[in-house]
């Protein structure tokens, strides 16, 4: 390969990365074509991108993008898909279901970068699908607000409620 074309293809790998949020390394080798293509096809139902990158090109794209991921350099060997997401614990969900689904129990997680974090090897699959995504993080803030809101006005519902009663009580005495 080129080193024109290589540079062309670290731009198109950095540009890619840039769009999404989280991203997770992983080891999709020994999937046949059948498989990879139910992969793919699962990917794009769940709004995941995945893509197959040399180690190399991938490597100088995390690089030139300005972000500091080192803790990522150290898996990125073998064979490497990519799978780009902008919820952060749906690939994770998705690794999980279909590394069950077949019997090479492939993908394997490498690394992942989600919500600012690392998180390298396989151990880490359980603590990725349990992390919450903003919109899920925003809903559970909104309902503990409106928790003690909701307490306020049903007390008040309430005491106007047996308020009403005892003064119908006493007036009909």
């Known amino acids: 390969m080129k080193k024109e074309d290589k540079s062309v293809i670290i731009e198109q ?8 949020s989280h991203f997770y390394l992983t080891n999709s080798e020994g999937l046949n074509a059948a498989e990879t293509s139910k992969l793919r096809k699962a990917c ?11 180690n190399k090109l991938l490597l100088k794209a995390l690089e ?8 990522l350099f150290g898996s990125l060997k073998g064979s490497t898909s990519v799978l780009l997401s902008n919820v952060g614990n749906e690939p994770a969900k998705l690794i999980k279901e279909f590394s069950k689904s077949n019997k ?12 600012e974090s690392f998180y390298v090897g396989a151990d880490q699959l359980e603590a990725l699908i349990n992390v919450k ?15 003690p809101a909701k307490n306020v006005v049903s007390a008040l519902q309430s005491g106007g409620n047996t308020l009403h009663g005892v003064l119908k009580t006493l007036s009909e005495r």
């Open 13 to 20: 790998i950095k540009t890619t990365l840039g769009e999404y």
């Open 44 to 54: 794009f139902d769940k709004d995941i991108k995945l893509v197959v990158v040399k």
């Open 64 to 71: 030139s993008t300005g972000t500091d991921f080192s803790p």
């Open 104 to 115: 090479k129990e492939k993908p394997v997680l490498k690394a992942a970068y989600v919500e």
């Open 133 to 147: 995504s903003k919109n899920e993080l925003i809903g559970d803030v909104i309902a503990l607000l409106q928790s």
